[in-house]
């Protein structure tokens, strides 16, 4: 089996819409460059994802110097949104987590409200540094995330996906497959593992930056969302509880905290240091 290396990095600005996928990104303490520091939110200030609105994923956020987005979607003029400045931060609400964000432009918001039809907000988080802790259960003192679901970043494998391609083609919804990796929204994807060797692994350092293996990701009905069209199945949920539930969660993934910055490139040999 060759030597596992880095095959695809992926940055999502806003928070459950399409991103990017660069050929190096750099590590922050808490995920990638850029990487969902933008997030809506609804009149009550609660986050706005595909899980509730599956047509979040027909929009794009492309990635502007400055920290700023460009934002297209099917029927939509684009738009470029700036970052806010600093001022009258606002409480918003992301899982368990109050976190202290600034809203967008009105004009984001519009855009965004005519694309769901429902009342949105954008808002930006300015100092990720000190805004929102990881998971005290899995985190360490001072480590902090974006408004990524939980952690900093998040790992797949090529392998594994083929495992689960391969496992869906022998269940109820063969039709529904093969899934591409874009249903997972991974931050790194990993090539040459054997299939779910990440289950196994504590450690990683890719190219030059090491990783802390937190938690297996457990997964939600976004995984059921077609990327392209926000249509939705039963697929890989469905395989999922059949073949990779751990207690009460169906797991595809490993969620990562960076133990210091540095840069990452598509080629990069990835190590298993634990």
Same mark, same amino acid.
């Given at each position: 089996?060759?030597?596992?290396?880095?095959?695809?990095?992926?940055?999502?600005?806003?928070?459950?819409?399409?991103?990017?996928?660069?050929?190096?990104? &750099?590590? =922050?303490?808490?995920?990638? &460059?850029?990487?969902?520091?933008?997030?809506?939110?609804?009149? *009550?200030?609660?986050?706005?994802?595909?899980?509730?609105?599956? /047509?979040?994923? +027909?929009?794009?956020?492309?990635?502007? $110097?400055?920290?700023?987005?460009?934002?297209?979607?099917?029927?939509?003029?684009?738009? %470029?949104?700036?970052?806010? =400045?600093?001022?009258?931060?606002?409480?918003?609400?992301?899982? /368990?987590?109050?976190?202290?964000?600034?809203? @967008?432009?009105?004009?984001?918001?519009?855009?965004?409200?005519?694309?769901?039809?429902?009342? &949105?907000?954008?808002?930006?988080?300015?100092?990720? *540094?000190? #805004?929102? !802790?990881?998971?005290?259960?899995?985190? #360490? !003192?001072?480590? %902090?995330?974006?408004?990524?679901?939980?952690?900093?970043?998040? +790992? %797949?494998?090529?392998?594994?996906?083929? *495992?689960?391609?391969?496992?869906?083609?022998?269940?109820?919804?063969?039709?529904?497959?093969?899934? !591409?990796?874009?249903?997972?929204?991974?931050?790194?994807?990993?090539?040459?593992? &054997? $299939?779910?060797? =990440?289950?196994?692994?504590?450690?990683?350092?890719?190219?030059?930056?090491?990783?802390?293996? @937190?938690?297996?990701?457990?997964?939600?009905?976004?995984?059921?969302?077609?990327?392209?069209?926000?249509?939705?199945?039963?697929?890989?949920?469905?395989?999922?509880?059949?073949?990779? #539930?751990?207690?009460?969660?169906?797991?595809?993934?490993?969620?990562?905290?960076?133990?210091?910055?540095?840069?990452?490139?598509?080629?990069?040999?990835?190590?298993?240091?634990?």
């Amino acid at each position: 089996m060759p030597n596992p290396v880095l095959r695809a990095v992926h940055v999502y600005p806003v928070k459950s819409v399409a991103g990017c996928n660069p050929d190096e990104a &750099a590590v =922050e303490p808490w995920g990638l &460059a850029g990487d969902r520091r933008w997030m809506l939110v609804d009149t *009550a200030d609660r986050f706005i994802t595909q899980r509730a609105y599956p /047509r979040l994923a +027909l929009v794009a956020a492309e990635p502007l $110097p400055g920290g700023g987005v460009r934002l297209t979607a099917p029927g939509m003029e684009p738009l %470029t949104v700036e970052v806010p =400045e600093p001022v009258a931060p606002t409480a918003v609400e992301v899982w /368990r987590d109050t976190v202290k964000a600034v809203p @967008a432009a009105a004009a984001a918001g519009e855009w965004f409200s005519s694309h769901l039809g429902t009342d &949105a907000r954008l808002v930006h988080l300015d100092d990720p *540094a000190r #805004r929102r !802790p990881v998971d005290p259960e899995y985190g #360490r !003192p001072g480590e %902090t995330v974006s408004f990524a679901d939980g952690f900093p970043l998040l +790992l %797949t494998t090529t392998a594994s996906l083929d *495992a689960l391609n391969s496992l869906i083609a022998q269940g109820d919804h063969p039709d529904e497959g093969p899934l !591409p990796m874009n249903r997972f929204r991974p931050s790194v994807v990993v090539d040459g593992t &054997a $299939p779910w060797a =990440e289950d196994g692994w504590s450690g990683v350092r890719i190219g030059e930056v090491r990783f802390r293996v @937190a938690k297996p990701c457990g997964r939600c009905v976004m995984t059921t969302t077609d990327q392209r069209t926000g249509d939705r199945g039963k697929e890989p949920l469905r395989t999922l509880a059949r073949h990779r #539930r751990v207690g009460d969660q169906l797991i595809f993934g490993q969620n990562l905290v960076p133990e210091h910055t540095g840069t990452i490139r598509i080629g990069d040999p990835v190590e298993v240091t634990g």
